[in-house]
């Protein structure tokens, strides 16, 4: 998810120490892609997005499951982090992101789906 220069990324309490990732969810049944991208995003981050586009897919270690990337621009909402699902979400540039090693942001492992999405968006 994506705001001008900047992209959000949340980190969930059981991940290793500075790591960062892309928002992912489920899709509920009887809901589009689309619409899965932008509830799931509402409800961890309070951010309303569109321009959803689909990016990238990746196996996922469940029985039976594929994980979509999606590319979604932010539309409105104010960041509030859904302490349920993550604890902690905030707006990243890419100068953040180039620094990363001397801040202690760590990045998802180089096979998933989210690092190759936000290795994308560096990319542009």
């Known amino acids: 998810m994506t705001d001008g220069d900047r ?15 892309t928002l992912a969810g489920f899709v509920e049944p009887g809901e589009s892609l689309s619409e899965a991208v932008a509830r799931e995003v509402r409800e961890e981050s309070g951010i309303e997005v569109g321009s959803i586009r689909y990016r990238s897919s990746q196996p996922w270690p469940f029985p039976a499951s594929l994980m979509l990337g999606f ?3 932010r539309v409105g909402g104010e960041l509030t982090v859904a302490r349920q699902e993550l604890v902690d979400a905030r707006w990243f540039e890419r100068a953040d992101l180039a620094r990363r090693r ?22 542009e």
């Open 71 to 73: 590319r979604a621009e």
């Open 7 to 21: 992209c959000l990324l949340g980190r969930k309490d059981i991940w290793p120490e500075g790591v960062y990732s």
């Open 102 to 123: 001397k801040t202690g942001l760590r990045l998802p492992g180089r096979v998933s789906i989210s690092r190759r999405l936000i290795e994308d968006w560096l990319a």
